[in-house]
């Protein structure tokens, strides 16, 4: 969903908006959740994936992103809580494999803390440190 009209212009055309970085084959970044709006009167503005909210600055459509966030993690957190209730199998898929992503997270942060405190430790006793 993203707007219609703007500021009184209708939009003609939408596409992703492309970052100034460039990939490996050369090309500009497109942006997954960020839209380019092209106006009837030939000017162009940037908006949201998710809603019709707009702005001649690419740069405040991505702080406006985070509103979205919550609401998303609350959906699939509900899709979890409903898992048996009528979800599709689509749904449920996309709850455990988002359900997946942070438990893998989860554990290589776990694994990172306890190598930090393992290195603090001997760096502590190298340096005849007591905690």
Same mark, same amino acid.
């Given at each position: 969903?993203?707007?219609?009209?703007?500021?009184?212009?209708?939009?003609?055309?939408?596409?992703?908006?492309?970052?100034?970085?460039?990939?490996?084959?050369?090309?500009?970044?497109?942006?997954?959740?960020?839209?380019?709006?092209?106006?009837?009167?030939?000017?162009?503005?940037?908006?949201?994936?998710?809603?019709?909210?707009?702005?001649?600055?690419?740069?405040?459509? =991505?702080?406006? #992103?985070?509103?979205? @966030?919550?609401?998303?993690? /609350?959906?699939? +957190?509900?899709?979890?809580? *409903?898992?048996?209730?009528?979800?599709?199998?689509?749904?449920i898929t996309r709850a455990l494999r988002s359900h997946e992503r942070t438990v893998n997270d989860l554990e290589e942060?776990? =694994?990172?803390? #306890?190598?930090?405190? @393992?290195?603090?430790?001997? /760096?502590?006793? +190298?340096?005849?440190?007591? *905690?």
């Amino acid at each position: 969903m993203t707007a219609t009209e703007v500021d009184g212009k209708a939009v003609i055309a939408v596409e992703p908006a492309k970052s100034s970085f460039r990939g490996s084959d050369g090309e500009r970044v497109s942006f997954r959740q960020m839209l380019r709006l092209l106006l009837d009167d030939g000017s162009e503005v940037y908006g949201c994936l998710h809603c019709d909210y707009t702005s001649p600055n690419l740069n405040s459509v =991505r702080p406006h #992103l985070n509103k979205h @966030r919550k609401a998303k993690q /609350l959906d699939e +957190a509900e899709e979890l809580a *409903a898992v048996g209730v009528g979800l599709s199998l689509a749904q449920i898929t996309r709850a455990l494999r988002s359900h997946e992503r942070t438990v893998n997270d989860l554990e290589e942060w776990k =694994r990172r803390a #306890l190598t930090a405190e @393992r290195q603090l430790r001997l /760096l502590r006793k +190298a340096l005849g440190v007591t *905690a």
